[in-house]
């Protein structure tokens, strides 16, 4: 009992396992009163919650949190980076002191958050992003890398004779 388990710490216990109400989370009742539905405390995080909680989770300096956050409000709901990095560093360079090159580095940083391919400009960038996030260096990966930088317009058409001839690759590869 939990006043038998209280003697081993010398603490008092004033609750018994009666006082507690386990029928339904929190130890409430629902307002509708259906104290059988299952409560799963499921919420829907959505896209940019989950890129703003990796983004408080990730040192940055104060200039580059802010260019983060820009990046991170120019996403679609597909996850795509549609506002070009020109554009966005002409609306964060009020003063003219910011470079080109860090708002491209932001871009970098935020494109290693989850999920992999996030903050891509378009499918190709994408799937290079999460090859490289696989970090494999295995020739087939190698290989993929290749079709998706250089041929996957060819890959998309299923033109494989064509890709299997600028690539050099074979049948198998």
Do not use: M
């Not at 408080?56 to 996403?75: V, W």
């Not at 499918?123 to 494999?136: A, H, K, M, T, V």
């Not at 890709?163 to 049948?171: G, P, V, W, Y």
């Amino acid at each position: 009992s939990l006043q038998q388990a209280s003697l081993d710490t010398d603490l008092p216990v004033d609750a018994q396992w009666e006082d507690f109400d386990f029928s339904s989370p929190a130890g409430g009742n629902r307002p509708d009163g259906d104290d059988d539905y299952d409560y799963q405390g499921e919420t829907r995080e959505s896209l940019h919650d989950h890129l703003r909680w990796q983004l408080n989770l990730t040192p940055f300096s104060d200039t580059d949190r802010a260019i983060a956050e820009a990046i991170i409000d120019a996403i679609d709901d597909d996850g795509y980076l549609r506002t070009s990095c020109q554009d966005l560093h002409e609306s964060l360079d009020e003063d003219g002191s910011l470079d080109l090159d860090e708002v491209q580095a932001v871009i970098h940083r935020i494109q290693q958050f989850d999920p992999a391919g996030v903050a891509a400009r378009d499918l190709g960038e994408c799937l290079l992003i999460q090859l490289r996030q696989l970090g494999q260096t295995e020739p087939r990966y190698l290989h993929a890398a290749v079709i998706v930088r250089d041929y996957l317009p060819l890959l998309g058409a299923r033109d494989f004779k064509t890709l299997q001839r600028k690539t050099k690759l074979s049948d198998d590869e």
